[in-house]
């Protein structure tokens, strides 16, 4: 539909607010509009103006009866630059992370500085601004009551009410073999719970702080959303997880991986559902699973689960992880009752008399 062409500025992170795009590109974060507009209407006469239009081409192709008429079969996108901020100050500056909070009243940014910023939205407006790690912030979530999650290089993941440390995550305190230093939080999400409105869970990823010729397992971590205590924890794989993304009903999280490989777990027990060894070849950048609305139902087909990944190789790819198949409730229920029944007439013929 449409290209938008940021010259030299590489787009590194991005968020979304319904039309609007927070998009970090280098120290700066760029919030753009982008709109869809139906094409100008015009026969063949326009078409061969020369006007120099971005949009969509209009092609003509064969038409009943006849007739040459133009048509364009797709919308025209037009995006506006609204505001553009510096959100890093270190010397290799560098945008990391960029999160909208729920109603869209708050932007929040991280980068290689190791600063949070709080943004007011749309006004872009700096709130608040601290120190939150000592080195590059990796990833942001915000969770419920305005609460920032952020995983920094620093081996920490921190929880923050404003400029005030709520609590500093520990995924290992069960796990004593694995010593502090050996891992660093990669990637952090929170995820709504199936069937439990109102309820949330954070996920996060840890994965090995050193390089070893046998690499070590990467880690999926569950915690709950409030006491922020940590409920599961299982490996992920030995391929450096890069992304992590929480599908909008929370069953599934998928990850992408340093070596474009992506994968699909189920929420409730981290299992591995779904798997492509290097689809893409090299750094998954971002996924993102379809949402259940009308468009998103198209992409789904039937199955239970999509997701978009995209990748250095400046491909998007589309996951899909078929339904799965269960018995239904009451086939189950006539399985259990003829297994009682089978086990008792085996007692009754290995022990007379039984009944």
Request: net charge neutral; glycine share 10%; with cysteine.
């Amino acid at each position: 539909l449409h290209s938008h062409d940021t010259e030299t500025r590489a787009t590194m992170t991005m968020a979304l607010a319904g039309d609007v795009i927070a998009a970090g590109q280098d120290a700066s974060c760029h919030i753009l509009r982008f709109s869809l507009r139906a094409p100008e209407g015009g026969g063949g006469a326009a078409g061969s103006s020369g006007s120099g239009e971005k949009g969509p081409r209009k092609r003509k192709g064969p038409s009943p009866a006849g007739q040459g008429d133009t048509q364009s079969q797709t919308h025209e996108v037009a995006v506006e630059t609204l505001h553009s901020v510096r959100t890093d100050f270190s010397p290799d500056a560098l945008q990391k992370a960029v999160r909208f909070n729920a109603d869209c009243s708050l932007l929040v940014t991280g980068g290689a500085d190791g600063f949070l910023r709080l943004w007011e939205f749309p006004s872009m407006k700096k709130t608040l601004e601290f120190k939150a790690h000592d080195g590059e912030i990796e990833d942001i979530a915000l969770g419920p009551d305005n609460k920032v999650v952020t995983a920094g290089r620093d081996f920490q993941c921190c929880v923050w009410q404003r400029d005030q440390l709520v609590t500093e995550l520990r995924w290992n305190e069960n796990l004593p073999g694995i010593p502090d230093k050996a891992y660093r939080y990669q990637a952090c999400r929170f995820g709504a719970v199936e069937d439990n409105a109102g309820a949330l869970r954070l996920y996060t990823v840890q994965v090995p702080h050193k390089r070893e010729r046998r690499p070590p397992p990467c880690y999926l971590t569950k915690w709950d959303g409030k006491s922020f205590l940590p409920l599961l924890t299982r490996p992920c794989g030995n391929e450096v997880v890069s992304c992590l993304s929480v599908s909008d009903s929370g069953t599934f999280l998928g990850l992408g991986t340093v070596t474009g490989s992506v994968a699909i777990h189920i929420a409730f027990s981290l299992q591995r559902l779904y798997y492509v060894k290097e689809a893409h070849g090299i750094v998954v950048t971002d996924i993102a699973f379809v949402p259940r609305s009308p468009q998103g139902r198209e992409l789904l087909a039937g199955n239970e689960a999509a997701l978009l990944s995209v990748a250095v190789d400046s491909r998007c790819k589309l996951h899909l992880l078929p339904s799965r198949r269960s018995l239904p409730v009451w086939l189950l229920l006539l399985l259990c009752a003829g297994l009682i029944v089978a086990a008792i007439l085996l007692l009754q013929l290995a022990f007379p008399g039984f009944l």
